[in-house]
């Protein structure tokens, strides 16, 4: 591979880091190219992209990024790398690993995550990253919650008004 095939390789890459908030670094190590390829349709199925990147490609383009990820270089980057990509959803990377592990081959292993610029290193987050709740759930939540109290109160005057309104006759009829 020459230079200017590098370059590109690697521009391509910083490209694809920048555009994508979270990413997701894994091991297919010793999965067959039919189990490989059952990966990449359900990722694609499912909005994702997974690549296989060299380690050293991987490093070299977060370098430039504006966050530190000096902590995947130390423990992630070793051995095989795939890379998994998602614009909008943070845990359905790794929902997809645990169904997959489940479904087609405990060969695929987690290695590190970057949510958000946030690192998330080893297998044992896997279970946290699929459990992260998306932008749309967490605003549904806020907003179910902001409108609770307004429910209440609107509850409790629709059910006194029958109440008030027999006090007011009650008082009405004794005069």
Same mark, same amino acid.
Do not use: W
């Given at each position: 591979?020459?230079?200017?095939?590098?370059?590109?390789?690697?521009?391509?890459?910083?490209?694809?880091?920048?555009?994508?908030?979270?990413?997701? =670094?894994?091991?297919?190590?010793?999965?067959?190219?039919? +189990?490989?390829?059952?990966?990449?349709?359900?990722?694609?199925?499912?909005?994702? +992209?997974?690549?296989?990147?060299?380690?050293?490609? =991987?490093?070299?383009?977060? %370098?430039?990024?504006?966050? @530190?990820?000096?902590?995947?270089? %130390?423990?992630?980057? *070793?051995?095989?790398?795939?890379?998994?990509?998602? *614009? %909008? /959803?943070? /845990?359905?990377?790794?929902?997809?690993? &645990?169904?997959? &592990?489940?479904?087609? !081959? *405990?060969?695929?292993?987690?290695?590190?995550?970057?949510? @958000? !610029?946030?690192?998330?290193?080893?297998?044992?987050?896997? @279970?946290?990253? !699929? *459990?992260?709740?998306?932008?749309?759930?967490?605003?549904?939540?806020?907003?179910?919650?902001?409108?609770?109290?307004? &429910?209440?109160?609107?509850?409790?005057?629709?059910?006194?008004?029958? =109440?008030?309104?027999?006090?007011?006759?009650?008082? !009405? +009829?004794? +005069?």
């Amino acid at each position: 591979m020459t230079r200017e095939e590098k370059a590109v390789i690697l521009e391509d890459l910083k490209d694809k880091f920048r555009s994508n908030t979270h990413f997701y =670094i894994t091991d297919a190590t010793g999965m067959t190219v039919a +189990e490989v390829n059952a990966l990449r349709r359900i990722c694609f199925q499912s909005g994702l +992209e997974y690549r296989v990147i060299k380690n050293t490609f =991987i490093a070299k383009a977060l %370098e430039d990024l504006d966050a @530190d990820f000096s902590g995947l270089n %130390e423990k992630v980057l *070793k051995g095989f790398s795939g890379v998994l990509f998602s *614009k %909008e /959803n943070a /845990n359905a990377p790794a929902k997809l690993i &645990q169904d997959f &592990q489940k479904k087609h !081959s *405990k060969k695929l292993t987690f290695k590190g995550a970057s949510i @958000d !610029s946030d690192l998330f290193i080893g297998a044992d987050q896997l @279970d946290t990253l !699929s *459990k992260l709740k998306s932008k749309q759930e967490l605003i549904g939540e806020i907003i179910g919650l902001l409108n609770s109290p307004v &429910q209440n109160v609107l509850g409790a005057l629709n059910s006194g008004k029958h =109440i008030i309104a027999g006090v007011v006759k009650t008082l !009405s +009829e004794k +005069e």
